[in-house]
T-cell receptor, first 117, second 112 residues
């Protein structure tokens, strides 16, 4: 079956522009996560959705970052007024709900590489 | 807060060599521990996990033992193959299992 799909795979934008990154999780996975990976670093947690609601958004760095999942499937990460420091690979992952007993078995997409010039 | 420290790379080995990638962690409570692997051009994949002290996770010839006394979860493989070339990430999850905290990754290259 299909894995987690992320689009675009690469996005180059200019400082100050608005960006949307899309994630299509594995069918049937109700939990969805966004992580950010800077060069040479491990992924850092941004936000977790359980169904349509953001159950934990404690990793979002500031109010320029926002994510939605209106129908409990596809999610969009939105970044306003992009800054050069936002350049990173944005990873999406999904899992069965809840992950109890299978803690951390997340299925990751290949990521969207964002470059802010 | 939680943190994971893993052996810096890159690591280059010859085929059939023994592999160890060190990982230590800091966490409150009793986290679950994981190794994820990222092959070239692919997304992160779970390699193995351990959910309590003294548990040993294993998969594809890789092993790691959850050592609470040394707060470690070192990854080992007795005989690496060229196909094991990838980036390896050690990670932990807190009690809610909603967040993974990752180490910075170790690039492994296995030469024929």
């Amino acid at each position: 079956g299909a894995g987690v799909s992320q689009t675009p795979s690469n996005k180059v934008t200019e400082k100050g522009k608005y960006v949307e990154l899309r994630c299509d999780p594995i069918s049937g996975h109700t939990a969805l996560y966004w992580y950010r990976q800077s060069l040479g670093q491990g992924p850092e947690f941004l936000i977790y959705f359980q169904g349509t609601g953001a159950a934990d958004d404690s990793g979002l760095p500031n109010d320029r970052f926002f994510a939605v999942r209106p129908e409990g499937s596809v999610s969009t990460l939105k970044i306003q007024r992009t800054e050069r420091g936002d350049s990173a690979v944005y990873l999406c992952a999904s899992s069965l709900n809840p992950p109890s007993g299978r803690a951390g078995e997340l299925f990751f997409g290949e990521g969207s590489r964002l470059t802010v010039l | 807060g939680n943190s994971v420290t893993q052996m810096e790379g890159p690591v280059t080995l010859s085929e059939e060599a023994f592999l160890t990638i060190n990982c230590t962690y800091t966490a409150t409570g009793y986290p679950s521990l994981f190794w994820y692997v990222q092959y070239p051009g692919e997304g992160l994949q779970l390699l193995l996990k351990a959910t309590k002290a003294d548990d040993k996770g294993s998969n594809k010839g890789f092993e790691a033992t959850y050592r609470k006394e040394t707060t470690s979860f070192h990854l080992e493989k007795g005989s690496v193959q060229v196909s094991d070339s990838a980036v390896y990430f050690c990670a932990l999850s807190d009690g809610s299992a909603r967040q993974l905290t990752f180490g910075s990754g170790t690039q492994l290259t296995v030469l024929p």
